[in-house]
């Protein structure tokens, strides 16, 4: 992964390239990343809209931050957990309900959409920090260094955070 | 399930994660360019400013001020993503009006004593919002959000003294908005400073206890009709005092029970309606679940509960005064 080194000096010229650069970079991931928690894809957007407001008003008060990265995924995340806050979800059942049909059509389409939700639902009921693990290291399949930097802990924590969250995962998903 | 079965599952659950990740909602065209544009012009806004200048105080106000425009401009473009809507154009309107007066002079100042319902108190209540974009340190935010309550308080009272009932009930809207965003800036600062926060917090509540006094004073002086209004302003600014969630004990008011959650160095408050608690203790809210990390907790409940609690100990009770356990009974006076 490209660490961007940008060369920003309050006051002088900006590396107006660089910034466009990191943002081409690293605004599908933010989107990604967003809409895995959110499941909406406007929503997403905004999430990613908002991250990069976000690092552009850090940039301007002449904090640059180390990692850029890490900085915005965690700058998304915290927009995330503000939107949960503000806008809970009703609770989405786990079990019974998304019982796939075995007679079922395009069963597959719908067992995988089943599927998704329950995953979905399961995510959700984790604590954000576990989530963001599991999220990191199963799905866009960072190693514990960079999954470490992008949430600000050691790696012995993060580890504790994947194990812990997948065994909730488990519990939830046990078939 | 044996332990054959577990690494199988395992395995499973990997797939299913990365095909639940795989699968997520693409980004729509139309809404990539938006956010793109979007960025290009906070962007310009920055650059701008950048360019080198022998007056630094001159430029950075340029900045500064262009940027919160951007940024409420960006808001009401927010908004119009989920609705078209003139009023948020007119507001953008007005707000890059007032900025190219630069918030200063007669307009601003004819602005500052204008009550709601007036012609020029849009143009009060933007210089308000500016300031607060202005704002970077989150307690700055924070108190600038408290005051501008204050003023919504002010305008409240002499609305009901001039009998002007017409735009009370937004007023109040607006003075709740108004504690609301002052509570999100304090969550912001306990982010990053838990202390400034925790001292913050206390003055706020102070602020709010008031406001309350002041609202209360007032439900004898409105018609019958209008005090349900007065009392939802009471009671927005008592449950953000007891909703604080760092260093504040707090109480959970429930219909049979009196609840409690103390976690990390806090004790947090939920008022609901039943005796599930949902309360999330790491830097998050979850759905439904009590979940605390390598912290010490004490969870007072007496009703149903999910509780995931990693190294912790644990003291379950059911009054105020932390004694006793079973089912719940009638609130004790701790």
């Not at chain 1, 599927?115 to 954000?128: F, N, T």
């Not at chain 2, 002052?182 to 406001?211: C, K, M, T």
């Not at chain 2, 007032?218 to 939802?232: A, K």
Request: charged share 25%.
């Amino acid at each position: 992964m490209r660490m961007e080194n940008i060369t920003i000096n309050t006051g002088k010229t900006l590396d107006k390239q660089a910034l466009v650069d990191l943002y081409e970079q690293y605004s599908p991931a933010i989107f990604r990343y967003a809409s895995r928690l959110l499941d909406d894809s406007y929503l997403a957007e905004e999430c990613v809209s908002e991250t990069f407001s976000r690092f552009l008003h850090s940039i301007r008060g002449g904090n640059q931050p180390e990692n850029v990265r890490a900085y915005l995924y965690r700058a998304a995340h915290n927009w995330i957990i503000d939107r949960y806050r503000k806008h809970p979800l009703p609770d989405i059942p786990l079990e019974d309900d998304f019982q796939a049909d075995p007679e079922g059509n395009p069963a597959q389409l719908v067992t995988k959409e089943m599927d998704r939700q329950r995953v979905r639902a399961a995510l959700l009921r984790l604590p954000a920090e576990q989530r963001q693990v599991i999220e990191l290291r199963f799905m866009e399949e960072w190693s514990h260094d960079e999954v470490a930097a992008a949430i600000g802990k050691t790696i012995e924590a993060t580890r504790a955070l994947q194990h812990r969250g997948f065994s909730a995962l488990r519990q939830m998903l046990a078939e | 399930m044996d332990k054959n079965t577990n690494a199988n599952f395992d395995e499973h659950l990997k797939e299913m994660l990365k095909a639940y990740g795989e699968a997520a909602p693409r980004r729509k065209p139309e809404a990539e360019k938006q956010t793109r544009d979007r960025f290009m012009m906070e962007l310009d806004t920055l650059h701008l400013g950048a360019i080198p200048n022998p007056s630094h105080s001159g430029s950075r106000s340029i900045i500064s001020v262009s940027a919160a425009g951007i940024k409420q401009l960006k808001e009401n473009l927010a908004m119009s993503f989920a609705k078209r809507s003139s009023l948020a154009i007119a507001t953008m309107v007005l707000v890059l009006v007032v900025f190219l007066f630069g918030g200063g002079g007669i307009t601003a100042y004819a602005a500052s004593s204008t009550l709601p319902g007036d012609a020029l108190y849009p143009v009060k209540t933007s210089i308000e919002n500016a300031r607060a974009e202005l704002a970077g340190d989150p307690e700055a935010r924070a108190r600038l959000y408290l005051s501008f309550a204050g003023t919504r308080l002010d305008e409240i009272k002499m609305l009901i003294s001039e009998g002007n009932y017409s735009n009370l009930s937004e007023t109040v809207q607006q003075f709740e908005d108004n504690i609301h965003k002052a509570q999100d800036a304090i969550e912001d600062l306990s982010g990053f400073d838990a202390a400034r926060a925790a001292e913050l917090r206390s003055e706020a509540a102070e602020a709010l206890e008031q406001y309350s006094a002041s609202l209360n004073n007032l439900m004898t002086g409105v018609p019958s009709n209008i005090q349900p209004v007065i009392e939802g302003a009471i009671n927005s600014s008592q449950s953000e005092i007891e909703n604080s969630n760092d260093d504040n004990s707090n109480v959970n008011i429930n219909d049979d029970d009196s609840n409690a959650n103390i976690n990390d160095d806090d004790s947090n408050a939920n008022i609901i309606d039943d005796s599930i608690n949902g309360n999330d203790n790491n830097d998050d809210s979850s759905i439904n679940a009590n979940t605390n990390d390598d912290e010490n907790n004490s969870n007072v409940n007496s009703n149903t509960n999910s509780n995931t609690n990693d190294n912790n100990s644990n003291l379950n009770t059911n009054d105020k005064s932390g004694s006793g356990s079973g089912g719940g009974g009638g609130g004790s006076d701790g």
